[in-house]
């Protein structure tokens, strides 16, 4: 089996633990890992587990992606980056070792409504950083699609609507703007009828496979703390539903993974 883990954290990981947690995804058959920032903290923790895995051997391509995500604003109207230098939409890129995407990003409105357009401001920036640098984007929404596809509307982009949670009418309009969609071990959680539905409109070509470590463990790992190469259970669960064989399944989001973050 082929996999690819579209979506990983690895904040408070240690350069011996990623080893470690990239090992045992190697031996589950996890080939490439997309190590995700969107703080200053996770951004850096992104590129160690890159740096990690290039220089040690059994263990799958680690890419990174670095951003700003919703959090990384004030409670006032306005984005923290206005204000503080240390968090600026301008990321600081080395050009030897780029991400290979800008994120997370994006809104989101369960936790901090109070923030929503603060958040929209620091989105719509990173969105115009990402066009600028040529790079995709990986976008967290949560119950706030309608804002996220005005602005995707509004400031052309390419990437992925990682962990969807939202309806199926809603992932065809991303769909639509031509965004992958990724699921996370929530389709495999018990009360996610929506998200199952949601991913039988994604069409084979379009659809993605992601921890979102070290949270979401899947079925039946759900409770344990999350790590990459739990993805294979996200993989056999969602090939079983698509009447697919796991293997195959596997390689076609692989490749679907390639064609995104390229």
């Known amino acids: 089996m082929r996999l690819y883990d579209t979506h990983c954290h690895f904040e408070t990981a240690s350069s011996v633990e ?82 290979r995407a800008v994120g997370e990003i994006g809104l989101d409105y369960h936790y901090s409504p109070e923030t929503r357009d603060a958040q929209r401001k620091l989105f719509a920036a990173q969105l115009e950083e990402a066009r600028r640098r040529g790079l995709p984007v990986i976008i967290h929404t949560r119950e706030a699609d309608d804002d996220t596809l005005a602005l995707l509307r509004e400031i052309p982009s390419r990437g992925i609507i990682h962990c969807y949670t939202g309806t199926p009418e809603a992932a065809r309009q991303f769909l639509d703007l031509g965004f992958y969609i990724s699921f996370s071990g929530i389709v495999t959680f018990r009360l996610a009828d929506n998200v199952r539905a949601a991913a039988a409109v994604v069409p084979d070509d379009r659809i993605l496979i992601e921890t979102d470590s070290p949270f979401l463990a899947p079925v039946p790992l759900r409770g344990k703390v999350n790590e990459p190469a739990f993805v294979r259970h996200t993989c056999e669960f969602l090939a079983a539903r698509r009447g697919m064989a796991a293997d195959d399944f596997a390689a076609l989001t692989f490749a679907n993974a390639e064609r995104a973050f390229t």
């Open 18 to 99: 990623i080893a470690a947690i990239l090992s045992r995804a190697h031996a589950a058959g996890v080939e490439a890992v997309m190590a995700v920032g969107g703080s200053p903290a996770l951004n850096a923790a992104a590129e160690l587990a890159a740096e990690v895995a290039a220089s040690g051997e059994g263990l799958p391509k680690v890419y990174f992606a670095t951003g700003f995500d919703r959090d990384q604003v004030n409670t006032s109207s306005h984005p923290r980056p206005q204000n503080n230098p240390s968090v600026s939409p301008r990321l600081c890129v080395n050009p030897e070792h780029p991400p």
